[in-house]
C-alpha cells in the first residue's frame, strides 16, 4: 500500500494569479537600522493597497551586542 500522497504540478501565468489573489495596486517600505557601539536598533514599516483591502505592516527591534 502506497501511502505517498499524491501531487500534481500546475502551471500559472501572472494575470490568472492577479485574478485568483486580487493583486497589488500599489506598495511601498521603509527600514531604520542605527548601531551606536553596542546598541543596536532596526525599525521598518510598510504598506500595500489592493483589490482586498489595505494592508500596514511595523516591525522594531532593539539589541545589545
Not at 502506497?2 to 497589488?24: F, H, K, Q, R, T
Request: aromatic fraction near 0%.
Amino acid at each position: 500500500m502506497n501511502v505517498a500522497p499524491l501531487i500534481e504540478a500546475a502551471e500559472i501565468d501572472d494575470a490568472a494569479l492577479d485574478a485568483i489573489s486580487g493583486g497589488v495596486a500599489a506598495a511601498t517600505t521603509a527600514g531604520l537600522h542605527l548601531q551606536v557601539a553596542h546598541l543596536e536598533v532596526c525599525a521598518d514599516a510598510g504598506a500595500s493597497v489592493s483589490a482586498e483591502g489595505v494592508a500596514l505592516g511595523v516591525n522594531a527591534h532593539v539589541g545589545v551586542n
